[in-house]
């Protein structure tokens, strides 16, 4: 079935460095991919969806600034934390659904951040 | 998108049937419902689908009133794996998935 890939799984930083997360669709193309962050024993947020070739559309309350998304190709979104600070530390998860599908939308694995 | 209601907790048995139900009152003509669960540490895997008819797959059976203002994720022979958090989102064809908090299932042997 269809796979959504994201890397790095973890990831522990330095506050005030910037860390860029990628979320890859593996066999099939995604115009839209959606990123989502979630706290210990809390759901997922939905943080913004991405837009292969235009600006990435934000959550109200999501810094744009602070979370920069590039959909730069129909299989590779990122994620990039910029100056991340110890309560950036969270569960990021990427999520994808096939052009033109209305059906399932696919997961990936998730990006565990830990700001020192 | 409408929103939903669950249960903040189940639990069942390993191997018996497991039914959890989901409220959605407000649901519109043209939003599906769709079903989500998540394993600790990992992102949601789907489990099924539908928009007006019973839905079977290899993982579960979808039952959706006929009035569509509630459905019920079966699961006919739960299992330890099975323990997770299950999501029941209504969504509108292409759009954005907003997870509730969900229904917390735990398995006992």
């Known amino acids: 079935g269809a796979v959504v890939s994201q890397h790095p799984s973890w990831v522990i930083c330095k506050s005030g460095t910037s860390v860029k997360i990628e979320c890859r669709s593996l066999?099939?193309?995604?115009?839209?991919m959606f990123w989502y962050r979630q706290f210990p024993k809390q759901s997922l947020m939905l943080m913004a969806t991405?837009?292969?070739?235009?600006?990435?559309?934000?959550e109200q309350g999501v810094e744009k600034d602070k979370f920069l998304i590039n959909h730069a190709s129909l299989t590779l979104s990122t994620l990039t934390v910029t100056s991340a600070h110890p309560e950036d530390s969270s569960f990021y998860i990427c999520?994808?659904?096939?052009?033109?599908?209305?059906?399932?939308?696919?997961f990936g694995e998730g990006s565990r951040l830990t700001v020192l | 998108d409408a929103k939903t209601t669950q249960p903040n907790s189940m639990e069942s048995n390993e191997e018996e049937p497991v039914h959890l139900p989901c409220n959605h009152s407000?649901?519109?003509?043209?939003?599906?419902i769709h079903w989500y669960r998540q394993l600790p540490s990992q992102g949601p895997e789907y489990v099924i689908h539908?928009?007006?008819s019973n839905v079977n797959n290899r993982m579960a059976s979808l039952a959706i009133a006929e009035d569509r203002k509630s459905s019920t994720l079966i699961l006919h022979r739960a299992t330890l794996r099975d323990a997770a958090v299950y999501y029941c989102?209504?969504?509108?064809?292409?759009?954005?998935?907003?997870f509730g908090a969900g229904t917390i299932l735990r398995v006992k042997s």
């Open positions: 539908g928009l007006t």
């Open positions: 999520s994808a659904r096939p052009d033109r599908a209305t059906g399932e939308l696919f």
């Open positions: 991405s837009n292969e070739g235009s600006k990435a559309t934000y």
């Open positions: 407000t649901i519109s003509g043209t939003d599906y």
């Open positions: 989102i209504l969504i509108k064809g292409w759009n954005k998935l907003v």
């Open positions: 066999d099939f193309q995604a115009t839209t």
